[in-house]
């Protein structure tokens, strides 16, 4: 059981902690949950491998979610295990014989992504008397400005292979669905408008129907410098559009699958400040750890600074951040502002770290952030609300 905190500050009073902490906002998560449910035109899976932390995910289990996007054996186990009401699908579009044939017959996983004809042979083969198998077929689709990731180089079939293996499977007594990702932290709902496009392109060349359409996740979080991006609400919209043109099956179920954008704003992390040398700052986690897409996405994160015993400066400064391993990898890129009389043994909340950051951390060189208190205020940039309730 995490320990519960009013704030991150209150928990600092408390532990004075030497270590990194996960300030995890449950109220945050709650909230989030609630907006994708309500707003989505049909079924939200959360995307497990953006942050796979116990709590976040029964978090959002207590706020309704119940399907979960999973990728690998011990994802669908955690699931299965801890939610047994709750659906894992198996997202990943290769897969080894034995991960399916156990996801199927231990774990009762029903739905299974696949890009190719021998993956679709593979799933068929060990899945060979499970009932009501339901096969998605991963498409690529065309890279769009503005994301972080582009998630359809590596995975996806083409328009003309989609077609078949939708057929394939529908001729198998499969039921079958179509599914795409525009890439993450996608800034433009135009993605999903096109990509739906090509969603119908291949159903005219399948001449088949299918039961389920999946447009992935890849919705943004608001990062420093993503003041202009777009609301839930546009990408929803142009989804709902762009579904319906598509003249779907009424019983069709749309899936959705966010991972960053479910997560992001509901966790910060404390770090502590163990040395300052003129503007840099050496501190207990570093792009190793909470902080690596920093670098790999170019993400920017908000920072305040809690200081015991006495105020900080008013004014502020840019400050370099280093990282705690033994190597000048180990920088995080860009300045923080903080004020300027920034010492040894303040400590910073940095915050928006709630995707990709515990999921993605290492212990190289000993180092990795592992503790995880929960905290009942906002998120910073959005403490001039009044608190929410946690109701
Ligand atoms: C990573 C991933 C997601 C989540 O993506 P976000 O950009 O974090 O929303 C969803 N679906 C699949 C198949 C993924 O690989």
Not at 69 to 93: C, K, W
Not at 186 to 204: N, V
């Amino acid at each position: 059981m995490e320990r519960r905190f009013r704030t991150a500050r209150a928990m600092v009073e408390a532990l004075t902690p030497g270590y990194p902490v996960y300030c995890l906002r449950p109220h945050v998560l709650k909230r989030t949950a609630a907006r994708f449910l309500e707003l989505f035109p049909g079924r939200v899976l959360y995307a497990v491998k953006c942050n796979p932390h116990p709590a976040v995910l029964k978090g959002l289990y207590d706020a309704g979610i119940r399907h979960f996007d999973t990728a690998s054996l011990p994802e669908i186990a955690q699931v299965r295990e801890n939610f047994p009401d709750s659906g894992a699908y198996f997202m990943h579009p290769v897969k080894s014989r034995a991960q399916i044939h156990a996801a199927a017959k231990v774990y009762g996983v029903d739905t299974f992504v696949v890009d190719h004809m021998d993956e679709l042979t593979k799933v068929l083969e060990q899945t060979e008397g499970s009932e009501g198998v339901t096969i998605m077929v991963r498409i690529t689709t065309p890279k769009s400005e503005g994301v972080l990731y582009h998630l359809a180089a590596k995975f996806g079939a083409e328009a003309q292979e989609a077609a078949v293996m939708l057929r394939e499977a529908r001729s198998r007594g499969c039921q079958v669905g179509l599914a795409f990702h525009v890439g993450s932290q996608c800034l433009a709902p135009e993605a999903y408008e096109k990509a739906l496009e090509i969603c119908g392109q291949i159903l005219d060349m399948a001449g088949t129907p299918i039961q389920y359409l999946d447009v992935g996740g890849g919705f943004p979080a608001s990062y420093l410098g993503t003041a202009n991006m777009p609301p839930l609400e546009a990408f929803m919209d142009v989804i709902d559009k762009g579904a319906k043109k598509l003249k779907l099956r009424r019983d069709c179920v749309l899936m959705c699958e966010p991972g960053r954008a479910m997560v992001a704003e509901a966790m910060s992390l404390v770090v502590q400040v163990h040395l300052r040398k003129g503007d840099r700052l050496y501190i207990n986690d570093g792009v190793y750890g909470s902080f690596s897409e920093m670098v790999t996405a170019g993400i920017r994160l908000p920072a305040e600074l809690i200081r015991l015993g006495g105020q900080p400066a008013k004014d502020l400064a840019p400050f370099v951040l280093n990282g705690p391993t033994c190597d000048s990898v180990d920088v995080l890129p860009g300045h923080f502002e903080l004020p300027s009389d920034v010492r040894e043994g303040d400590w910073i909340e940095i915050d928006r770290l709630g995707a990709y950051s515990f999921a993605n951390a290492t212990r190289f060189n000993g180092f990795y952030p592992e503790t995880l208190v929960t905290v009942e205020d906002e998120p910073i940039g959005m403490r001039d609300k009044p608190i929410a309730s946690a109701a």
